[in-house]
Structure formats: structure tokens, C-alpha cells
């Protein structure tokens, strides 16, 4: 088994989702890095420094996680932190056809570069950090989906 995994995404915010499949992938590998993309182009509602400080936050107590911004292309960065495994979520047949793209498309760039999915845990499928932002914007309660952390952050940004 390969050693460090990374399982980058944006995290506008990190919600329930996000955590479950963070804590499973930390369980598969003896060090996982929860790699957290600036994504200007989205236009995020939290900034880069907020989301990796949410990420940190509500994943303290996994000792083998490490939580770090990157920039640019993921496959130039997994090569600096010596990784060539990647982690993503997969919810829905929704998912599929942009991982998939995702995925031979990192491929291309590297070839060493292997993308594993998991699986999105039955409780979490409908769940993501725009269906939230929806909910938290309109001035709905978060509280089920996303850490305390989390929610206190969304309270503060919409104030
Ligand atoms: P990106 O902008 O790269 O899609 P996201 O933060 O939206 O970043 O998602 C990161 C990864 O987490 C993706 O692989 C996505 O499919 C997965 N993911 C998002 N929400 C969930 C969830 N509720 N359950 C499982 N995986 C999820």
C-alpha cells in the first residue's frame, strides 16, 4: 500500500461529506494530505486561509491527516509533497463523468498518478459545500450538514 495520499478538492467549506471521506481515506493510508485548492475561478465564499483553517480545525484529532493549501496544477504539487495517489468522493452517477475526466486527465499530465474513489457513505450523497452555501445564505441552519466550526464561520461571513 501506498504510503501518502492526497485528496484535494476546494472545500467551500469542508462539510460532513467531505470529513467522512477524509477520516475512511486516513484509516487506508499512514498519511493523507487534504490538499486545499485556491480555486480563484470558482469565486469561493471563503478564502483560502479560512477553508484551510476550517479543514484544520475539524480534523484535529486525526494525527495522520495534514491539512495544506496549493495553487496551480494538482499534479505539480503532488510531486513536491511525493505522493501519486489521489483521493476523491464519489456521491452520484452525477460525479462520475467529471472524476473520471479528472482523473485521465491527471493521468495524461503524469502518469505515475493513480486516482482511488471512495465511495460517499449513504447519509452524505445529497450533500455538498454549494448545497450548503445555499442553505447558510438564505439563512437556513447548517448545523446537520457541516462541524460547529463550521456553521460559527458561515454565522461570521454572512453577518
Ligand atoms: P472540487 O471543487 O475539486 O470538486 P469539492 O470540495 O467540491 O472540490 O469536493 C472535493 C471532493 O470531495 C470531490 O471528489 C467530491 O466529489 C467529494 N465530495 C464532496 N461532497 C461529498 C460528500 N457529501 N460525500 C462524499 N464525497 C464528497
Avoid at 89 to 112: M, P, T
Amino acid at each position: 500500500m501506498k504510503l501518502t495520499a492526497v485528496y484535494p478538492g476546494t472545500f467551500d467549506p469542508i462539510t460532513n461529506g467531505h470529513i467522512d471521506i477524509a477520516r475512511r481515506a486516513a484509516d487506508m493510508f499512514s498519511h493523507l494530505i487534504v490538499g486545499i485548492a485556491g480555486s480563484e475561478r470558482k469565486g469561493p465564499l471563503f478564502s483560502l486561509e479560512q477553508r484551510v483553517e476550517m479543514a484544520k480545525e475539524v480534523l484535529a484529532d486525526v494525527p495522520n491527516i495534514e491539512v495544506r493549501p496549493f495553487k496551480g496544477l494538482l499534479a505539480t504539487n503532488m510531486k513536491e509533497w511525493g505522493s501519486d495517489v489521489i483521493v476523491r468522493g464519489l456521491r452520484a452517477i452525477s460525479d462520475f463523468e467529471y472524476e473520471v475526466q479528472l482523473a485521465e486527465v491527471n493521468k495524461q499530465i503524469d502518469h505515475n498518478l493513480e486516482t482511488v474513489f471512495i465511495a460517499a457513505s449513504n447519509k452524505y450523497t445529497f450533500l455538498s459545500s454549494s448545497i450548503v452555501r445555499d442553505i447558510a445564505t438564505n439563512d437556513g441552519d447548517v448545523s446537520d450538514f457541516v462541524h460547529p466550526v463550521v456553521a460559527s464561520a458561515f454565522a461570521r461571513q454572512l453577518r
